[in-house]
Nanobody, 126 residues
Framework: QVQLVESGGGLVQTGGSLSLSCTLSGRASSHYAMGWFRRAPGKEREFVAAISWTGGTTYYADSVKGRFTISRDDAESVTSLEMNSLKPEDTARYYC???????????????????WGQGTQVTVSS
C-alpha cells in the first residue's frame, strides 16, 4: 500500500521561503511520477508542479514558475518542493500525489494521480 506523507508547511511572511517534503512508502518511489497540488479556502484544487519518474522532466504552473522548484531523491523516497518569494496568494493546503505514469499535459491533471497525501498547510502573511 503506497502512502504519502507531507511535511514542512508553516507560516511565513511575504517574500519568504519554505521547503515541503513528501515521503513515499510502500513501494520504491522511482516507480512514480510525482506532483504537488494545492487548495486554497473556497477555491478548487490546482496543479503546482510535477516531476517525471526519471526526474528528467519538470512541470510548473505559470503562477509558480521561477519561484518554486520540484526535485526528487529516490534513495530517500522523498519529493521536495522548494518555495521562494512566497506571496499571500500561495496560501493553501499543499498535497503531494503519485502516479504510475504521466506525460505532458497529463501531469497537470489531478485525475491522473493515484495516490495522495493528507496535505500540509502553507500560510503566507502579508
Amino acid at each position: 500500500q503506497v502512502q504519502l506523507v507531507e511535511s514542512g508547511g508553516g507560516l511565513v511572511q511575504t517574500g519568504g521561503s519554505l521547503s515541503l517534503s513528501c515521503t513515499l512508502s510502500g513501494r520504491a518511489s522511482s516507480h512514480y511520477a510525482m506532483g504537488w497540488f494545492r487548495r486554497a479556502p473556497g477555491k478548487e484544487r490546482e496543479f503546482v508542479a510535477a516531476i517525471s519518474w526519471t526526474g528528467g522532466t519538470t512541470y510548473y504552473a505559470d503562477s509558480v514558475k521561477g519561484r518554486f522548484t520540484i526535485s526528487r531523491d529516490d534513495a530517500e523516497s522523498v519529493t521536495s518542493l522548494e518555495m521562494n518569494s512566497l506571496k499571500p496568494e500561495d496560501t493553501a493546503r499543499y498535497y503531494c500525489a503519485a502516479t504510475d505514469y504521466c506525460s505532458g499535459h497529463g501531469c497537470y491533471d489531478a485525475e491522473e494521480y493515484d495516490y495522495w497525501g493528507q496535505g500540509t498547510q502553507v500560510t503566507v502573511s502579508s
